[in-house]
């Protein structure tokens, strides 16, 4: 028989054999009840927390237990690291997290890239630095630096549409140790890798974004990134595993589930520190354009003094704004407005998807609809509840940006955006815009009534506008047996491979979140009372 | 043609055995609708509001299930010792979800998931006999593990076709003379007695990619 008869002959067997485990197992399908013990329990488990089939030692300490998956085995399940990453991997799932979508972690104004000559440059800075956006630096050593160590010009040639008095400036370039990979050794141009310290207006270069043509990508260009490349690649996953990093942190702990919402402590590693030390922050809370990220990281400086590279993940107190894992980066970017993250939360942990009456939506009868959408037909549905929800995000940054505004208040108007966009006023800002009540966004009655206050409180209430200083934890409050209940739900729903049935929901559903809640809101126990069940343990 | 018609028949096989007993399901109640989020009562939490019918009479338990592309990939390195070197470029057709486009692990037992899990375990398998026969020790092996290459006497094979069932499906202690072991046996057995170590090992290779393309090695 040659290789391929071989290869076929075999793979004819699995599915023709009679009495084959396929047979055994189809029947055991059918079957309207089986317990299933032992071997196969232990396979069904090992799968369900650790994502992988037993070992062969794994199967042969069953063995030595007298083939009883006892508490013994489980608990070592639920200390495995395997079983960690299932928990990442779930509550990733639940939250969405991923920052993929972005194309790159940095705006245009930090990205790098090679060019023909093969030196490293800022692409979109060319124009800033040499005054047109077709010049790169030449191909030469720069060795000439002002007393602030800027670099000065090789020559100053008067070409067309050079921004510097009819002239352009080009400079050389400068070998760099990229952070990156600090053991090689790169040309960048020498503008792009400057690393003073302040531009000429006592403004830092190095803390938060700055465009100036005095700053540059700073020490080992770690304010810079080539975009979509392994850097910047390693960055966005490292933010897009932050979520569940929190939840296996709060978890191993056996600490309250509810704590994940609402912790100042986020863990991170050598790139997300990367990120967070040297390429978030701006110079002014208004800058428009590109990707602004600006959130109070607490300690992680002290915390986190290793380099770009490395893997180990360190837990770091964050600003006292922060609320567990509805402030982490991938949180605030993935779900890009106040609305999506309320939802996402409201679907995800209450169990509670905004969906409109049975109804229907109905169509627009007026040519100046309701501007207030939570009393708009066909919104209401959804946007009476929605509305307020999303308050509780309204100090964050939204639209793929992140950070906190420490301008927004609950209803006191912002001045530079009350008075803007009407004849005598100065323009409206891109920040006023996006944040605030302005012409621009606005109705004229609301503009009237609020004009410069948070665009996330015009229609609610006093009281309800509290939300706005309360913040993301503030979902949490009064919600704490829902989310215990909503929790039991989505996890023996993941782990049953179905939806509960209507029987379920209202008997053993409610044992499940009471066992929970008290507990102490310890997730490990609510697993193990799941796989310990004997709806778990029965096969269809 | 043969290999394909296989395919389809293992494809075929995983349909049928996750699919046919899933419970009747009663289409004629839309069952309760929920108009936006409901009151924050514990107990009151609704049917799924995104489920477009309602729960139908399924029996209590557990629903057996495909593997998800993770749990397939760690799986297979678990049996055969071996990462499945294309994974990341296949992980999406395979039923991971992006997080982005996809939010939910893809289960749907379908040709895609059937043609990448030949893939991954020709793949994987050829790998795991290549290191097998370069282990220094028998003990360190992970398919040929009861036995040497050398081996040709069939209750000597059979010891490690039992060892097999253990490794991919979770079978304990099949007794060498049952169906489970006596339909893979001909396969190291039949016609082998003057074939080469080589020869044998490819015989082995079969008997590897045979269980991890096997229904019950990607459900549970």
């Keep these: ?540 | 043609m043969r290999k394909r018609k296989w395919l389809m028949g293992a494809g075929s096989a995983i349909l049928l055995l996750m699919g046919a007993c899933e419970g009747s399901i009663d289409s004629g109640d839309p069952g309760p609708r929920v108009d936006g989020p409901a009151p924050n009562v514990p107990g009151t939490l609704p049917p799924r509001s995104t489920d477009p019918i309602a729960p139908g009479d399924i029996e209590p338990g557990r629903s057996v299930r495909r593997m998800t592309a993770d749990q397939f990939v760690n799986s297979l390195e678990v049996a055969t010792g071996q990462r499945w070197s294309d994974f990341d470029r296949f992980a999406g057709a395979l039923g991971r979800a992006d997080l982005q486009q996809v939010t939910e692990e893809g289960r749907a037992p379908n040709v895609t998931f059937d043609k990448l899990v030949g893939d991954a375990a020709r793949a994987t398998c050829a790998d795991a006999i290549e290191a097998d026969l370069e282990a220094e020790d028998r003990t360190s092996r992970r398919i040929v593990h009861e036995v040497e290459f050398s081996e040709r006497a069939p209750e000597a094979l059979a010891t490690n076709i039992q060892y097999l069932l253990l490794r991919f499906l979770g079978l304990p202690e099949v007794p060498v003379e049952d169906e489970r072991v006596q339909t893979w046996l001909p396969l190291v057995t039949e016609g082998t007695a003057e074939f080469t170590d080589a020869e044998m090992a490819e015989r082995w290779e079969a008997v590897c990619i045979g269980l991890a393309t096997h229904p019950d090695f990607v459900t549970y």
């Design chain 1, 1 to 540: 028989m040659n290789r391929f008869a071989a290869l076929v002959a075999a793979l004819a067997l699995t599915s023709t054999v009679p009495g084959s485990v396929s047979t055994v197992s189809a029947q055991a399908s059918c079957a309207p009840e089986e317990r299933v013990e032992g071997h196969r329990l232990l396979r069904q488990l090992s799968l369900d927390l650790l994502g992988r089939i037993p070992t062969v030692e794994e199967y042969a300490e069953l063995d030595a237990s007298g083939g009883v998956v006892d508490d013994a085995i489980l608990a070592t399940m639920l200390g495995d690291d395997d079983f960690y990453s299932q928990v990442r991997r779930y509550h990733q799932r639940l939250v969405w997290g991923s920052v993929t979508g972005l194309s790159s972690i940095a705006g245009a104004q930090r990205r790098i890239s090679r060019n023909g000559d093969g030196i490293w440059r800022n692409g979109n800075a060319r124009n800033t630095y040499r005054g047109r956006n077709d010049i790169d630096c030449d191909d030469v050593e720069q060795t000439e630096f002002d007393a602030n160590g800027r670099p000065v010009p090789l020559r100053t040639p008067a070409m067309a549409n050079c921004r510097f008095d009819g002239s352009c400036r080009i400079e050389g370039y400068v070998w760099v140790n990229p952070y990156w990979d600090p053991s090689t050794r790169i040309k960048v141009c020498a503008y792009d890798a400057q690393a003073v310290a302040e531009d000429t207006a006592g403004n830092s270069c190095t803390e938060t974004y700055n465009p100036s043509a005095q700053c540059g990508c700073g020490p080992n260009l770690r304010q810079c990134v080539q975009g979509n490349s392994a850097t910047d690649r390693a960055m966005r996953a490292a933010l897009g595993d932050e979520p569940g990093r929190i939840f296996e942190h709060i978890i191993r702990a056996d600490r309250s589930y509810l704590e994940a919402f609402t912790t100042r402590e986020t863990v991170v590693n050598g790139a997300s520190a990367h990120f967070y030390r040297h390429m978030s922050g701006v110079i002014r809370h208004n800058t428009g354009g590109g990707v602004s990220y600006e959130a109070e990281m607490g300690n992680l400086r002290t915390v986190y003094p290793n380099g770009f590279s490395s893997a180990d993940w360190r837990v770091v107190e964050r600003g006292p704004e922060h609320s567990g894992i509805l402030t982490t980066f991938a949180y605030m970017t993935r779900l890009g407005s106040n609305r999506a993250r309320a939802n996402r939360f409201y679907t995800a942990f209450l169990c509670n998807p905004f969906v409109p009456s049975s109804e229907g939506i109905p169509a627009e009868s007026d040519d100046t609809p309701d501007p207030n959408l939570r009393t708009r037909a066909g919104c209401a549905d959804c946007h009476n509840v929605l509305e307020p929800a999303a308050a509780h995000f309204a100090h964050w940054r939204d639209n793929q940006t992140f950070g906190f505004m420490d301008q927004v208040t609950p209803l006191t108007p912002l001045a530079e955006c009350s008075n803007c966009g009407v004849p005598g006023s100065p323009n409206c800002s891109a920040f006023c815009n996006a944040y605030f009540v302005t012409p621009n966004n606005s109705e004229d009655a609301t503009v009237e009534a609020a004009a410069g206050r948070s665009l996330a409180t015009v229609f609610l209430s006093d009281e309800e506008a509290e939300a706005v200083d309360t913040g993301p934890s503030g979902l949490i409050q009064g919600n704490e047996t829902r989310i215990a209940e909503c929790t039991a739900r989505t996890l023996s729903e993941e782990f049953l491979g179905r939806e509960l049935n209507e029987d379920e929901l209202l008997e053993w559903l409610p044992e499940l979140r009471d066992e929970f809640v008290a507990s102490g809101y310890n997730f490990r126990d609510l697993v193990r009372r799941l796989v310990r069940s004997d709806i778990y343990r029965r096969t269809q």
